[in-house]
């Protein structure tokens, strides 16, 4: 049993205790799970029947999609329905990231379209915070696109079960929403933003947003005269998304950094249920616990700009991300003497600082100047 274990049941190839891939074939391990698997109404998902490979056929196939302009190298990870490789740049000699449809999932329309707006979303975005793409093809019954590959981990990973001090957690939150306003600029929602959408890069760890799977151009015509499917991550949902709710808009995102933001701070969500059911009514039903209560170590501003992104209600949250991500910077910390510093305070005090440099410089100058004389 312990042999059958450390074997790929797709392709038969031996694994390591530690693998959540194989290097073979690329299906997911045992040891691969998605607490926070991104839930699509199975309504909504419409399916048209396509032949199955298995994992092996289906990197063959890519390969010969891909030809001699890219060199599949490893598989990188795999979502809800898309798998990520790591692919090396013939032409230009770089390497680069390929995203593609699993292969059990190609002849589900619903994922289908999800892909194709990712696609469409990431090309019409600019931004340091958000990663571009490259080329965009649909070839031999497959569809993928290229983009850079980023070095780092996810917010996820960064997290795990522990609180992140105020300071490191007001910096993430503050580039998250200035990408976010990048995003809505171009009437663009995410509508799945959670912390394993959120890349960390390098060692100065760049905040990146991914994943715009679910992202939703926002059109001056709204349908209100029926629901429209459950899509999002539980955890993380908005109130209007969980109720299924046609009129969403900016706002469903800027709920979902409110999140982020809570659980950065106290190492959990706002909100967490028996089951995807009971969290959706959750985050309809019940007011989160205050910040402060929790962690009381928390700047009242910082608190205060989290909690008001998570009101039930999409009027009383921060209108658009970059009013989100000015109350952000305006908050104030406690310096080592315990007095409050915030931007003003530290913009004062290094002028106050540079001057008494200046003043020090001038009187030695004059010093040395007698002494010379």
Not at 123 to 128: E, F, G, I, T
Not at 164 to 188: F, G, Q, T
Request: proline share 7%.
């Amino acid at each position: 049993m312990a042999e059958a274990s450390l074997t790929c049941a797709t392709c038969g190839a031996p694994l390591r205790a530690e693998d959540l891939f194989c290097p073979q074939c690329g299906t997911a391990t045992a040891r691969r799970t998605d607490a926070e698997a991104t839930l699509v109404n199975p309504a909504s998902a419409a399916s048209t029947p396509a032949p199955r490979l298995s994992g092996t056929a289906f990197n063959d196939r890519l390969r010969e999609v891909l030809g001699a302009e890219y060199e599949l190298l490893s598989v990188l990870g795999q979502g809800g329905f898309a798998r990520v490789y790591r692919a090396k740049d013939r032409r230009l000699d770089r390497l680069v990231a390929i995203k593609v449809i699993r292969p059990d999932v190609m002849g589900t329309k619903e994922f289908v379209d999800s892909f194709r707006n990712e696609s469409i979303a990431l090309a019409k975005l600019r931004h340091p915070g958000i990663v571009p793409i490259y080329d965009i093809r649909e070839r031999g019954g497959l569809i993928y696109y290229v983009m850079p590959l980023v070095q780092g981990t996810t917010l996820e990973a960064r997290m795990g079960r522990t609180r992140l001090p105020p300071l490191e957690s007001r910096r993430i939150l503050s580039e998250l929403a200035d990408a976010l306003a990048a995003a809505h600029r171009v009437k663009m929602m995410h509508l799945d933003i959670k912390p394993a959408n959120v890349f960390l890069e390098g060692e100065l760890q760049k905040v990146l947003l991914m994943d715009f799977g679910l992202a939703k151009a926002l059109t001056d015509e709204v349908d209100e005269s029926s629901a429209g499917p459950v899509v999002g991550t539980p955890e993380y949902m908005s109130p209007e998304q969980a109720r299924g709710l046609p009129e969403i808009d900016f706002r469903a995102d800027i709920y979902s950094l409110g999140i982020i933001g809570y659980r950065m701070l106290t190492g959990r969500p706002p909100f967490r249920g028996r089951d995807a059911a009971d969290t959706l009514a959750k985050q309809i039903n019940e007011a989160p616990v205050p910040l402060r209560e929790l962690n009381p170590t928390i700047p009242k501003g910082l608190a205060d700009a989290i909690m008001r992104c998570l009101q039930k209600d999409p009027w009383e949250r921060y209108p658009n991300a970059l009013d989100l991500r000015g109350a952000l910077e305006a908050v104030t910390f406690f310096s080592g003497s315990g007095a409050m510093t915030g931007p003003e305070e530290e913009s004062r005090k290094h002028r106050t600082l540079a001057l008494l440099i200046a003043a020090v410089a001038l009187l030695v100058g004059l010093v040395v100047g007698q002494m010379l004389r």
